[in-house]
């Protein structure tokens, strides 16, 4: 299949908004796309090569694919810079460069999907000292033989800096068009891929084996399951009026979520994005399997730093200090974890995903040996508010977050948010009650002591049905000279020219980021604002909301995808809940 029909589809999804149409340029590619390839075209209109939690990425550096350009276009690395510079897109500038070439080149040979695929592998895997040329050169000839368009998306995907941002569920709805002739199948593609993580592989069976097949996708170690998430709620009345007279209630800790699978003598670990973070956690890895009894395993448990000597948990930013590259050792050492187990997806070869809460629990509960590094999560079961009431008491004083509550009777609803898990925090009673998680699209230089250094971040939420980041805030407090130095550093190699078409704000920001970094704020209240952008008209014609008197809480929250901040219709929901006190004001 030649690669210009997948590139003239980023192309008209380049230009398109509407979710509706972004959807049909995907059909009508899926629909003229071999079974034996849909997985590779599926990846590359996300700009990947494999899932994520496979961690294959191409990310060559911008000056090589430089380089690499200026050798097969025959024009000076200082031309290539300048029509950089001019376009602010290296993508851009590499079909303005290529579109020169052309007028003196008769001769091509097609490139298609598979080439284009097997080289950017080829480069993904290359390592070492001598890697660098070799990279070089695949980049060159792919480039020799690419027309401007092709030119341009292959660049923008060596250089990780394909920004369409296609959602999954956009590819699903459009799996589902294509290959069932309705949107209607959606769910059970979704079930396929909640179970297994990979878009690739959902698309393979659907398009190579039919629809019936996707039944055939189980639960199996060392493939993610995206995890389910939980609602809020502020009261523990709030909850009995969802979950009914009696519910489990475990302590919420204040960790990092981690999926563990067990098998074949090895162990993965994967976050709650599902990116493999095995190699932070040695000491998961060399302990665990001394807790669990069974061969092939996978549990889900929230991943602590603690005080050694007293046990007690320590907040979320002790822990942050073990997301690095080097020094391992030293940092396992330094800031000592418990991993507390809450859920268990599979075990003696079979699926638990349909068990209810109590029989997962149970299941748990046998097949792990506590220890004083692997434990079980601390769980009551709870019939009064009075109680509730009590055990958020306790967890509170041992340093957690506050409770999750836990429907008894409900199977493990992957990748979902629902109301069969809750969670209850101390702060939900005053003020806005919960934190908001939110991606940082842009910046505003600072004055003063801040001089040389970012003043305010600008804000966003993910409206998921839109796929779009709408301005929600701007924030400049609660940032310590720490803090704003590190933010600095995290931001400055997320810095874009122009601001990501999907980005929606009426603010001019000094800096553009692409929507990737995700921080924890606490705001008192969300208001009706002719400024920011979320749920834009839809409580009020020319009103979006936004938050008042926002502050950054000092978590980072690295664990989380621009796609799992809060969304929304999170935001709507808070609103209204807030609201309610008023008489007379319009609900949605
Ligand atoms: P939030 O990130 O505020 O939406 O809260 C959900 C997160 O709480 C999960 O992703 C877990 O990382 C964490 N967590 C802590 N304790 C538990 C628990 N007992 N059950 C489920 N999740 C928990």
């Known amino acids: 299949m030649k690669f210009s029909l997948v590139a003239e589809t980023l192309g008209y999804m380049e230009n398109t908004t509407k979710r509706t149409e972004l959807t049909k340029h995907l059909v009508d590619l899926f629909k003229i796309t071999p079974p034996e390839i849909i997985s590779k075209v599926v990846y590359l209109l996300q700009g990947k090569l494999r899932p994520d939690h496979e961690g294959i990425e191409v990310g060559v550096a911008e000056k090589l694919a430089v380089k690499a350009l200026s050798k097969s276009a025959g024009i000076p690395v200082t031309k290539i810079e300048h029509e950089y510079m001019k376009a602010g897109d290296f993508g851009q500038a590499t079909a303005t460069v290529l579109g020169q070439k052309t007028q003196t080149t008769f001769l091509k040979e097609d490139i298609t999907v598979e080439r284009v695929y097997d080289t950017l592998f080829k480069i993904a895997e290359l390592k070492g000292g001598k890697s660098q040329d070799m990279k070089m050169k695949y980049i060159s000839s792919l480039l020799n033989d690419a027309s401007p368009v092709e030119g341009r998306f292959i660049a923008k995907i060596i250089t990780a800096n394909l920004r369409l941002g296609i959602a999954d569920f956009t590819i699903l709805d459009a799996l589902s068009v294509a290959f069932t002739g309705t949107k209607e199948n959606r769910p059970k593609l979704e079930h396929a891929y909640n179970v297994c993580s990979d878009l690739g592989r959902v698309a393979s069976a659907v398009a190579g084996e039919g629809f019936e097949s996707l039944k055939g996708f189980q639960v199996s170690v060392f493939s993610p399951v995206r995890p389910m998430l939980a609602e809020r709620v502020k009261t523990p009345a709030e909850a009995r009026e969802k979950m009914g007279h009696q519910f489990a209630a475990e302590y919420k800790l204040d960790g990092e979520r981690v999926q563990i699978h067990i098998g074949n003598d090895k162990v993965v670990l994967y976050s709650r994005s599902l990116e493999n973070i095995t190699n932070y956690y040695p000491d998961i890895v060399e302990k665990i399997t001394k807790s669990v009894k069974s061969g092939k395993i996978i549990l889900e448990a929230e991943a602590v730093a603690v005080n050694e000597e007293t046990g007690e948990f320590l907040p979320f930013q002790e822990l942050m200090h073990r997301r690095r590259k080097h020094n391992i050792a030293k940092a396992v050492k330094e800031y000592p974890i418990t991993v507390n187990l809450f859920d268990i997806m599979f075990v003696d070869g079979a699926s638990c995903l349909d068990m209810t809460y109590a029989e997962r629990r149970k299941t748990l509960e046998r097949a792990v040996k506590e220890d004083a590094f692997s434990r079980i999560m601390p769980m009551t079961i709870v019939t009064t508010d009075d109680e509730v009431e009590d055990f958020l008491e306790n967890a509170i004083n041992s ?148 938050l008042r008197f926002p502050k950054f809480t000092g978590k980072i929250r690295f664990e989380k995808t621009p796609e799992n901040s809060t969304g929304v219709k999170e935001v709507v929901t808070m609103y209204n809940s807030q609201k309610k006190v008023v008489q007379g004001e319009k609900q949605f």
């Open 399 to 546: 340093g957690c977050e506050g409770l999750m509550l836990k429907q008894l009777d409900s199977p493990y609803r992957a990748g979902a948010r629902a109301s069969n898990w809750l969670k209850l925090k101390r702060e939900y009673r005053n003020e806005l009650g919960d934190t908001l998680d939110l991606v940082i699209v842009g910046a505003f230089y600072g004055r003063g002591r801040r001089t040389g250094r970012y003043g305010a971040l600008l804000l966003a939420a993910y409206d998921e049905d839109q796929d779009k980041y709408p301005s929600i805030c701007k924030v400049g407090t609660g940032f310590t000279d720490e803090s704003l130095d590190q933010i600095y550093q995290i931001l400055s190699d997320k810095i874009v020219v122009k601001k990501d078409p999907r980005v929606d704000t009426s603010l001019e920001a000094d800096v553009w980021f692409d929507p990737e970094i995700v921080i924890e704020i606490v705001a008192s209240e969300i208001t009706l604002s002719p400024i920011h952008r979320v749920a834009m008209d839809g409580i009020r014609k020319g009103s979006g909301l936004a």
